[in-house]
């Protein structure tokens, strides 16, 4: 059982790889792509940098309880604090990067999801949704996936305060967690397509959860690379197309 959900896992990331492969097959298209992911890359790469510059007087905020510790210890909880608070900050950050660019790119990503289902023989049960109809329940849809990401960011922010653990199990449950809800928000555009909105895809992306995760935290680890974000974000869309089209029991391959 845990080979298969690898193998699933393993799939999924793959998925990714094929938007990729799409990416550099329509590269007209997929340029189009980068400029919103630019656009809100630039913004969150300065926030970002205001928060490294000011991340020590934020673990001294957080840990006001140490202020009477020894140097040593004080310091050592302060360096914990201080990573916590940037993994919470990458976490979010990565979440509400993709929310913002996809709000920005909306027609670009629209228009690159249907350029991959058509490759795959059209979108069964396409249904007409206004532009705007879409754009609101996109953002309304994402802003929900962010705030019930920082819900399970808080304890995991508190869990980067223990020794070991929260510098190697909360990352890579950090990366889980960040993966599962990048998954739901980057099929947005196909499901919409077919008028079904975010219980749908979380209901049918639960059904094959390592193959969603496998995406999802594949596209997230790209994401914390330099300028990652910016150049995947396209293949991402891609990729989450087909991710849709396989939960929905639909075709991934080329006619």
Known sequence: MATGAATRFLAGAGLLLRGLALYVRSPGLMLLGIV?????GALFVAAFATLLYFVDDLAALVTPFADDWSGTWRGLIRVFAGLAVVGLAALLGVLTFTAVTLAIGDPFYEKISERVEDRLGGTPGAVEVPFWASLRHSIADSLRLVAISV???VPLFAAGFIPVVGQTVVP???ALVGGWFLA???VGAPFYRRGLRLPDRRSLLRADRPTALGFGVAVFVCFLIPLGAVLVMPAAVAGA???????????VEEG
């Open 36 to 40: 919103p992911a630019l656009l809100s």
């Open 151 to 153: 819900l399970v960011g």
């Open 172 to 174: 890579v449950v950090g």
């Open 184 to 186: 739901l928000e980057l």
């Open 241 to 251: 197309t087909l991710l849709a089209r396989r939960s929905l029991g639909q075709s």
